[in-house]
């Protein structure tokens, strides 16, 4: 078999990536695709590659996904799935996913250099111009300042844009124009908790919003090895952010690269950057692998305690607590 049928998806820019997993899926007969989705450290590597190995007596092809890709970096991991990917099981196909830039090099230099795309966050005239087409398409007009709002309160990626968009058009007039007004009013409404979200609330400092995020996600069944991916991403990012910094470096091109380039997200990680030094960043990067461990270990121990437990001892590393 063949390394083709592996392929490395970087990057945060998640409305392209799923773009570029549709094409993937297109070349398969729908009745005959079984997908499987599986987050590293969730369950063992070896187990998942044991899964990939056995075959299926229902599809004729089966693609797997392993998301948070970033996250296998032991030795004995990542020689695994590099001698997997070196000779994969047939008739199935691999697609690692991760919202950082790169992963361990072991397993990249198996993917072929066709099949490893970064996919980066739009540039602001980018999404300034994907927003004004997505209300025009739908028959609807924009003010500059309403795309401002939009852009400011949705996450930076095309398919956040694409779902806040999709519910606004529901509340709005067609026969007005949309202003800035109209945008926070209406999305203030509709918008859902999200991890993201959550770290928004962290990077506020207000751990009463944190904690009433937190329990929102829980009561939506949002898995929280996902919640803890997700804030691990953006505890990396602020790490990022703090070293450019540090380092006097303050240009958009260099936050682009890390991923930090739309206003919420200046926002954001400005936010953050007032309650946590390098130290404390790293600490809650810690404390969120630390806990994201206990829960997975904790059996039937009520997890929205140890949630909590978390946002609290998060909270308490901002500087000045």
Known sequence: MSRSQC????GPEIGEKQSAID???????????????????DITLSAIISNMMNGSLFADNRLFFIKCAENLKKKEETELLASYISSPAEDTYLILISEETSISRVIEKEIPASNKRIFWELFDNKKTQWV?????????????????????????????????????????????????????????HTREESPFTLFTRIAAGDLSRSLESMRVLLAAKESPVA????????????????????????GDFEFRKIGVSSPGAKRDYGAAARLYNSYSAE???????????????????????????????????????
């Open 227 to 250: 919640i803890f991916a997700a804030l691990a991403s953006c505890f990396r990012k602020l790490i990022s952010y703090l070293a450019l910094k540090e380092a006097g470096i303050n």
């Open 283 to 321: 600490s809650c990067l810690t404390l969120t692998i630390e806990y994201d461990l206990l829960l997975r270990a904790a059996g039937t121990f009520p997890e929205q305690i140890l949630m909590d437990q978390y946002l609290y001892k998060i909270h308490t590393l901002a500087k000045g607590t």
């Open 132 to 188: 004004t087409s997505f209300f025009n398409r739908e028959g609807f007009r924009i003010s500059n300042e309403g795309v401002e709002t939009i852009l400011e309160l949705v996450e930076n990626n095309t398919a956040a844009l694409k779902q806040e968009c999709s519910r606004l058009i529901l509340f709005l007039d067609k026969n007005k124009e949309i202003s800035g007004e109209d945008a926070e009013k209406w999305l203030s």
């Open 23 to 41: 094409e993937i899926r297109e070349k398969f007969p729908p009745q005959g695709l079984e997908e499987t989705v599986y987050y590293a450290g």
């Open 7 to 10: 392929w490395l998806f970087l």
